[in-house]
């Protein structure tokens, strides 16, 4: 048995980000270029976001605020 969260294995597109935040497409790239957003991986010309690091990122969020 996996000891991997199931959420651990999905990528989400830079689209999918902005939208689960209720942000514009240009601040997820923003947070990207300047390193505080949630960190993604280039895949080609394709930046995704693994779910579990965006989770991640949102209760770092949570506990800063």
Do not use: C
Request: net charge positive; no cysteine.
């Amino acid at each position: 048995m996996s000891s991997e969260h199931p959420s651990d294995n999905k990528w989400l597109s830079a689209q999918a980000v902005a939208d689960r935040f209720d942000v514009p497409l240009r601040t997820i790239r923003a947070w990207r270029e300047r390193g505080t957003g949630p960190a993604g991986v280039r895949f080609g010309k394709a930046v995704r976001y693994r779910l579990s690091e965006v989770e991640r990122w949102e209760i770092e969020q949570e506990q800063a605020s």
